[in-house]
Each structure stands twice: as C-alpha cells, then as structure tokens.
C-alpha cells in the first residue's frame, strides 16, 4: 500500500449492527476478536457481533467465510445467547485467567516467533516497520506493542473494513486489489506463523471453556482467510497475465 495515500493511526473498528454482505461480516469478526484478546471483554460489543451474525445468514454463504469460519463463529454465537446472565462474569474471569495471571498465555508474536522468545523480540519491530510501510501506526489509546495479538487483529480488522467499502463501491477494484495484497502479506509473514499456536494454548486451559470458542473461531478465520486470499491473488495474476497476452 502507498504510505503516502493511507498514513493513519488505526484502532479495530467498533462492531456495528448491521453491514450490508459477507465481506462486511468478516470485517465485523476481525473487529470482535481483536477486542476479545484487547481487554476484559465488552458484553455489549459481543451482542452487537451475535445480533449482526444472526442478521446476515444469507449473506454468510459468500465467498468471504469459510466453511469452518461459519460453524465456528455460529457456535460462538450459540453459546453466547445460551448463556444465562453470568456470562460477562465468567468472560472477564476467563481473561484474567489467560492474559493477566501467570497461569495464562502471552499473546504476543515475539514470545512465539522470537530468537530470543521474550517480550519486544525481531518480530515486534517487523510488525512495526509492516504497519510504517502500510502507512500505518497503531492508536494513540492502544497500550499494547505492535505485536500483541489484539493490535494485530484490529490491524486487519481495518484493512478488512477498506476492503469491505471497496468492494461496495465503483471504480475501486485497483485500491480493493491493493488492500487484498496487503492482508495476504500481514498474513502470510504475521498472523499465520503464531495465532493458531496462542489458539491451541488458550484451548489448552481447562477453566477457559467460553474463550475456547474464541481460540477455535479466530484460528478458523485467519486459516480459512488466508486460503481464499491465495486463491484470488492467483485469479488475479492469472487474469492479468492473461490480458498481457
């Protein structure tokens, strides 16, 4: 992406109520997640995701969601409106448990990707130059490194609501192409390389049950994203190449 063109501070965006298609969708799952790992987890952000879920069943079946993204955040879905009023206790106790005690996970890519596996290690200044090149830099309200998984998160969260918008909107298929490289790159050189080892830690935890359901519908996501984006970047070369001819 042309840093000169994007050069903003980016946050996940907040989860809205209601989107218009499948692409929309994904973005709004981006978003959640990366509130979920942020902070203790915000009751009224989940209803909004559960309720915008529920809304776009048809929309579901595009090509934006995999098949596993669908029953994992279906599932996670379900059990959040199962769940009787003492969910938002369990949940926060949940994070506490798993991102604030000793006993709990480090969500952060230096402690998994590291030489040295501790805390600002090689790949939080990777991620940090990615963000710069993508003319990018995390929020001024975001207390954790470039690498923690929510900054990640969120970080695709942002370029997945452009791409959303782009795909919306005529005369953009050039910005929408360019977004779609960027993630397939944050992707392929970031998040595939550790979020599904934090995921099968977190799922790990025996009195983490709800954040289980997390762990499975973000490693699903990020998974079953990164196969869709391969695939159209190949359409996309194939059918360059193709009119060069």
């Not at 981006?30 to 879920?53: N, T």
């Not at 769940?83 to 230096?110: H, I, K, N």
């Not at 550790?194 to 997390?214: G, K, M, S």
Request: proline content about 4%; charged content about 25%.
């Amino acid at each position: 992406m042309n840093q000169n063109q994007y050069r903003h501070r980016f946050t996940a965006p907040g989860v809205p109520q209601y989107g218009g298609d499948s692409a929309h969708v994904r973005a709004s799952a981006y978003a959640l997640l990366s509130s979920l790992y942020q902070d203790q987890p915000d009751v009224s952000a989940v209803d909004r995701f559960s309720s915008l879920w529920r809304n776009f069943d048809n929309a579901l079946s595009g090509n934006c969601l995999g098949r596993r993204t669908l029953l994992t955040g279906s599932q996670f879905c379900a059990a959040w409106q199962s769940s009787d009023s003492r969910v938002s206790l369990q949940l926060r106790r949940e994070f506490a448990l798993l991102f604030l005690s000793p006993r709990g996970v480090q969500p952060y890519e230096s402690v998994y990707r590291g030489t040295r596996r501790r805390l600002m290690d090689d790949p939080w200044l990777q991620v940090r130059e990615f963000y710069r090149k993508a003319g990018m830099q995390k929020g001024q309200r975001e207390l954790h490194p470039e690498d923690h998984a929510s900054v990640e998160l969120g970080f695709m969260a942002y370029l997945a609501f452009m791409d959303s918008q782009c795909s919306a909107a005529a005369g953009k298929e050039e910005i929408r192409t360019e977004v779609a490289g960027t993630q397939l790159q944050f992707l392929e050189e970031h998040l595939i390389g550790w979020i599904p080892q934090l995921c099968r830690r977190i799922e790990a935890v025996p009195e983490a049950p709800y954040y289980h359901r997390v762990a499975r519908f973000t490693s699903a996501l990020i998974e079953e994203d990164h196969e869709r984006l391969v695939v159209s970047a190949k359409h996309t070369y194939s059918t360059c190449k193709g009119s060069s001819l």
